[in-house]
């Protein structure tokens, strides 16, 4: 298999889009309107890859699908977006949030498994209340459609007791990592590189050599972390929000 880290942008988008599924989308025919009740930004963003016909016009549809469901308009931006919109969309005011980098890894040798770590084809109610307390933005009421768009595809969770969570999804010859987190009084000991070599030690045995995960930019101690375990910056996106 070849060993390249290499991604195509659209092919990027495209696998985030699979490994954290929104029900209710709509296809406009290239641009994928994507929304689950406000949980997260990348469920609730419109995935913008091709070219309309005419650009104002699908912009317009967007604002209406989310209006229609009481949500704010955000759209996803990599760099397979439709050239031309987030100038486009600056120009309406919208605001340019949670710049993003793209990290990929080759998984050619050996990783150490993670010392300690439980590996699930479901996620427990602990694992899902560990992760929840440290990512759950959206309040208590937000973790039901939360587990429903991480269930939505075959994963693997692994735990370290209540400490520490992190999700796994294979996806042909890639393996993406999502929902890495540790709790507050149980970070700098090391349990998230934990968590990060069992993921990664799983995706060797199941066969993949290429390992990925975004991260936002500004968490130095999170990119740190994924740096030291062979991860490099291969791309970046970012949020327009109105």
Not at 141 to 159: D, H, M, W
Not at 178 to 193: C, I
Not at 204 to 232: C, D, H, I, M, P
Request: overall charge neutral; some cysteine.
């Amino acid at each position: 298999m070849n060993g390249s880290t290499a991604v195509n942008d659209e092919i990027f988008a495209r696998l985030v889009d699979q490994a954290w599924p929104a029900v209710d989308r709509v296809d406009t025919g290239g641009w994928v309107l994507r929304a689950m009740d406000g949980v997260t930004k990348r469920a609730n963003s419109v995935l913008p890859l091709g070219e309309p016909e005419d650009l104002e016009a699908a912009i317009a549809e967007a604002e209406k699908f989310y209006a229609d469901r009481g949500l704010p308009c955000v759209f996803s931006m990599g760099g397979g977006a439709t050239p031309g919109l987030d100038e486009a969309l600056r120009a309406r005011d919208y605001q340019m949030v949670d710049p993003t980098l793209v990290m990929t890894a080759p998984l050619a040798r050996a990783v150490p498994a993670g010392e300690g770590v439980e590996l699930a084809r479901t996620p427990s109610q602990a694992w899902l209340d560990t992760w929840w307390s440290v990512d759950g933005r959206f309040g208590d009421e937000g973790l039901a459609t939360a587990a429903r768009i991480l269930t939505g595809v075959p994963a693997v969770y692994a735990s370290l007791g209540r400490q520490a969570v992190g999700r796994g999804v294979k996806q042909g010859e890639w393996f993406g990592i999502y929902s890495m987190a540790v709790v507050p009084h149980a970070r700098r000991q090391g349990n998230g590189r934990e968590i990060l070599r069992a993921l990664l030690s799983h995706a060797r045995e199941q066969g993949t050599r290429k390992a990925y995960l975004v991260v936002v930019e500004s968490n130095a101690a999170a990119r740190s972390l994924y740096e030291q375990q062979g991860f490099t910056v291969s791309g970046r996106y970012h949020y327009r929000v109105r």
